[in-house]
């Protein structure tokens, strides 16, 4: 896992490098300060001069300021040029394998359990990267600089200090084996906590009413106090368990290596200065140590999120076959030829949402496609914008098969109209939300737009009119308004071939339905128009009108012929005047 984070942090690997460099020289300044109370009693029993008490003085300021300059240094080049930058990188990363990931993939992940993980995993990745920076590698080059001179003066209790680190390691790897588990649970908990949490957000309305307060609550508490157990299983184990073997054998080494030194004194092999500063050299090794200890604690505490980041971020994404693209100035003809189309497995007749479907929507003409719920009229629109592969058969559109179709140039010829229950809204200003199907647009064709899709008139009585923030996803707007704005998004495109106007006016009134037709039918000339439509007045005057059903055609013609026929739209037509007799 940890090489996979390597190779994930290329881009930073020189200053990993560079880092190491100044860790080296930081260390071995740490080292040689060590071993200044040895020389003032060297110097002492030498009864040395004034002055040359004076340069030592000297010495040490120059060294002291020499030593923080470095200590800056390196602290600069982990929050300047590692902290900040990998975590703007992971976050910029993340967003773009988000954007990178199929519909699908989308549809069958949790979205609040999604960004808890990836928000979790790059906090405790940037935890681990700045612990390795700050803490790890100056322990590790303090730890091999500190044996050099061990080695030399006391080559036995250098081997036991070697021991000592090989034994710790091999401790802490165990526990840390076993403490595995734990943590998997918890980081489990803690993404069905996210989720439980966005969820309750998002259904704040349904919660209230339904006076689910309580429920919620009881949901989020029992998930807390079932990750508060597991915290408290991990820490006992770590403190009565792994710290415990810990200290047995650091006291027990001690105690070997304070009589060999005796034994070294007994036969005048080292002198008290000497020991002096290789007893400051085993007690920073032991301190390192221990410092590697909680650092093991800590990385693998934080890794389990990290591996969950990686692994997200080693899902395949979609290959992109398409890199060609038709340039035409004129109407763009679609047809689907026996078109079959699964979700999310191998096609079948069980599983399949189309059928050997073919369908033929002609250049600059209005097409329609009605039936009843689940006849297949979305998934035609989401295989034809390539949000889903087909399985079998063939859509082309001006000629070119969808497969080759580069995906961003097809959508460039797209303005899409989803119904109001499915536009998505940012928590901006009117202007925004209808700007964002073309930034460049200027003031007066948001206006423009705004009043052919019958919006107009509700901005500008709000406050702050067109500067009117509207709440996150428009909770502050009808679905009818948010159609509208949709509407009016699509109508700033006018660049688009293709116009596809799923539900229009589904959640309009009469009037405004004429409203919005008539602004539409305005850029209708020379486009191919796609319209979905249980409204069935919104498509009377369509060139063709194909009836769906169970994911296979099974009607097709204009408004007149297909009424003739006595058909499902026949049926359909005659249940809405009915129901529009009654209202």
Known sequence: MFSKVWKLLNPFHPVFKRLVLLAIFYEAGGVLVSYTVPTIIRLFEMEVQIAIWALVVITMLSWNEAYMRLDNQYDWKVAGKIYEPVRKFLRLLTSAKFLKMPLVWHQTHDSGALVGKVGDGIWRTLDIVSMIAWEFMPTMVQTVLSLVPMVYFSPYVALLCVITMVIFVWLTLIGEEVKKPIREKRQDLLEKDWAEAVSMVQAIETVITFGLKKVMMDRLTAIQNAYEALTYEEIQRGIFVDNRRRIRVLTTIRLLIYGLWVVQLHYRTIDV???????????????????????????????????????????????????????????????????????????????????DLSLDFEAGKVSAMVGPSGAG??????????????????????????????????????????????????????????????????????????????????????????????????????SGQKQRIAIARALLRRNSKIIILDEPTSAVDAQTEHLIMTGLNEIFEGRTVIVIAHRLSTIRDADTIYVLKNGRKIEMGNHRSLVAQGGLYAKMVAMQIESERLD
């Open 377 to 478: 009229k979305s998934t035609v629109i989401a295989a034809l914008m390539k949000l889903f592969e087909i399985n079998h058969g063939q859509i082309q559109v001006a000629g070119l098969d969808i497969r080759d179709w580069d995906s961003t140039k097809l959508l460039e010829l797209i303005a899409h109209v989803p119904p109001g229950d499915k536009v998505y809204l940012w928590d901006e200003s009117f202007a925004f939300n209808i700007r964002i199907g073309k930034s460049e647009a200027t003031d007066d064709e948001v206006i423009i737009a705004a009043k052919k899709a019958g919006i107009h008139d509700f901005i500008v009585s709000q406050e702050k009119g067109y500067d009117t923030i509207i709440g996150e996803r428009g909770v502050k707007l009808s």
């Open 273 to 355: 200065p000497s020991l002096i500063f290789l007893s400051i050299l085993m007690e920073r090794l032991f301190s390192s140590y221990w410092k590697f200890a909680r650092l093991a604690d800590r990385v693998y505490g934080n890794s389990e999120a990290m591996r969950r980041l990686i692994n997200l971020m080693s899902e395949p994404e979609p290959i992109e076959t398409g890199h060609q693209f038709v340039d035409v100035d004129g109407p763009i003809g679609i047809s689907l030829d026996h078109v079959c189309l699964a979700y999310k497995e191998e096609y079948n007749l069980v599983n399949g949402a189309l059928h």
